[in-house]
């Protein structure tokens, strides 16, 4: 074992070696968080405490563990303040060399009244109870956001994207991903290349207008009892379901126009490649 974990060693570039840092902020004053993390996991927690209280887990591999601590020491967690109410943190690898290998996970609770804003990459990204607007960018990492009041916009190439319970508009795209939506209210606007989409809404309004578009992918709608919408559902080489009562306005084998109760919102269901179906939800 040794043996094999010598040859190991020696693909990977040495042994992992991490080491723990830890802050507490006072947001007092400030309104938005905004993280960027270009290699690593990120998880943030909305909270009532006013602190926020982060938890940086700094990653390398090394040949030694005094080459590993130098490295490690070369990775810096930078706080910008100037900028309120916006509060800014960021992954310093400027000092590093660009070929070592090296990631930051982040674990953040905070205040649950402020907004988040991630800039990421390489890593998972999840974000639950926050009250105000949520943005993420990342690739190469899948995004979950669960318990958000405000406005949602997110953003993934080679990664999964689930919702839950969002309160607020939303706005999704990935590339070479699925997206799950349950529990969602409002406004909903979701596009993605090579995956599929399942979307389940709580609620949808008088003059709410939302769309799901995949190029490569099936779709499921869920719609709530009692709902007044316009759906147009559209495929090029898949089939179309519609298990709710509807008044048809247009219908071929690729296409299905009509609305549901009075129709007084508008939802466009459109895939290349894929089978949609619409349903009512459960519960």
């Known amino acids: 074992m040794r043996g094999l974990d010598s040859i190991l060693g020696l693909l990977t570039g040495g042994q992992s070696f991490e080491k723990k840092e830890t802050r507490s902020l006072d947001t007092s004053g400030y309104t938005h ?56 943190i960021s992954t310093d690898v400027s000092r590093l060399h660009r070929r070592w290998h090296w990631s930051v996970d982040y674990q953040i609770r905070l205040s649950e009244n402020m907004s988040v804003w991630v800039e990421g990459a390489n890593g998972n990204i999840t974000v639950s109870t926050v009250q105000g607007e ?101 495929t090029r080489n898949g089939s179309i379901r519609c298990a709710i009562p509807m008044e048809v306005i247009s219908q071929r084998r690729n296409y299905l126009e009509g609305t549901v109760g009075s129709g007084e919102g508008k939802i466009e269901l459109g895939t290349t490649n894929g089978s949609i179906k619409i349903s009512q939800s459960e519960g």
Do not use: Y
């Not at 968080?33 to 390398?60: C, F, P």
């Open 33 to 88: 968080l905004k993280l960027t993390n270009h290699n690593g996991e990120v998880t943030i927690e909305g909270s009532d405490q006013r602190e926020l209280m982060l938890t940086a887990t700094k990653k390398v591999r090394a040949w030694s563990e005094q080459e590993a601590q130098r490295r490690l020491d070369q990775i810096e967690i930078a706080v910008s303040t100037s900028d309120r109410p916006k509060l800014g």
């Open 134 to 234: 949520t943005k993420v960018n990342t690739k190469n990492g899948n995004i979950c956001l669960s318990a958000i009041a405000g406005e949602a916009r997110v953003k993934t190439i080679n990664g999964n994207i689930k919702l839950v319970d969002v309160g607020g508009p939303v706005n999704g795209k990935t590339v070479n991903g699925s997206v799950n939506l349950l529990g969602v209210r409002g406004p909903v606007t979701i596009k993605s290349v090579n995956g599929s989409i399942r979307a389940r809404i709580r609620t949808f309004g008088k003059g709410d207008e939302g769309s799901l578009h995949t190029l490569n992918g099936s779709i499921e709608l869920q719609l709530p009892e009692g709902v007044s919408i316009k759906v147009v559902a559209s």
